[in-house]
């Protein structure tokens, strides 16, 4: 019984050695390749088992995990806030051109 005990200690011990490797190769095989490189290794491995903005959140995190930076902030949300401003400057274009328009039919 304790011989068993120390056979899978051992095992224990081997897989945690594994890991550890695995896990510095996987590391500086990723600090070799460009941004683009990593995004399209992490679009090939993730295809079809998430969604595409999932894919692209997953992307930024393991970029910036590599690159040791902070992720970058949701660049959907800055498109949204762009999309909002660009809806209020043609909704107020378009509000001058009705006065305009009841102006001169006014007159």
């Known amino acids: 019984m304790k011989s068993l005990f120390r056979l899978v200690f051992v095992l224990l ?4 050695v594994a890991g550890v490797v695995a896990s ?3 590391k500086k095989k ?6 683009d490189e990593i995004r399209e290794y992490l679009g090939l491995k993730l295809a079809g088992k998430v969604g595409d903005d999932q894919l692209v959140k997953i992307q930024d995190a393991v970029v910036s995990g590599v690159r040791g ?3 970058p902030v949701d660049h959907y ?11 209020d400057d043609v909704a107020q274009d ?10 001169a039919a006014a007159e």
Do not use: R
């Open 13 to 16: 011990l081997v897989a945690a």
């Open 24 to 26: 510095i190769v996987s």
């Open 30 to 35: 990723l600090d070799s390749m460009t941004d």
């Open 69 to 71: 930076k902070k992720p």
């Open 77 to 87: 949300v800055e498109d949204v806030e762009e999309a909002m401003e660009d809806l």
């Open 94 to 103: 378009a509000a001058e051109e009705a006065a305009e328009a009841e102006e």
